[in-house]
């Protein structure tokens, strides 16, 4: 059984930082992650994609966040942690962790992260 933890949401003042985390781990198989995301739901919106890495190290991130989040994997942890720079108030939402294993989205619960003006 696939499960993705969140942890590290909070409240920050615009132009804070936040570091976010994912804990994603398996029961069923024991079989690594290959790829791990962080989506974004901000009120009234539909959930966004952020950035992603994968089992390489490889990393995507979406325009609305590229040069101010940085994502980075450890495997031996199956963790994968979002330093988030320079937050703005469209910044604000509920952050998911997700992986897709044999055609099968899992995502964790959700950290509300704030940003104030």
């Known amino acids: 059984q696939v499960q993705l933890v969140e942890s590290g949401g909070g409240l920050v003042q615009a132009g804070g930082s936040l570091r976010l985390s994912c804990l994603a781990s398996d029961s069923g198989t024991g079989i690594g992650f290959n790829a791990l995301d962080w989506y974004r739901q901000a009120p009234g919106k539909q959930r966004e994609f952020l950035a992603s890495?994968?089992?390489?190290?490889?990393?995507n991130y979406a325009d609305s966040v590229k040069g101010r989040f940085i994502l980075t994997r450890d495997n031996a942890k199956n963790t994968i942690d979002l330093q988030m720079n320079s937050l703005e108030p469209g910044d604000t939402g509920i952050y998911f962790c997700?992986?897709?294993?044999?055609?099968?989205?899992?995502w964790g619960q959700g950290t509300q992260v704030t940003v104030s003006s």
């Open positions: 997700h992986t897709r294993r044999m055609g099968i989205d899992y």
């Open positions: 890495i994968n089992f390489g190290f490889n990393t």
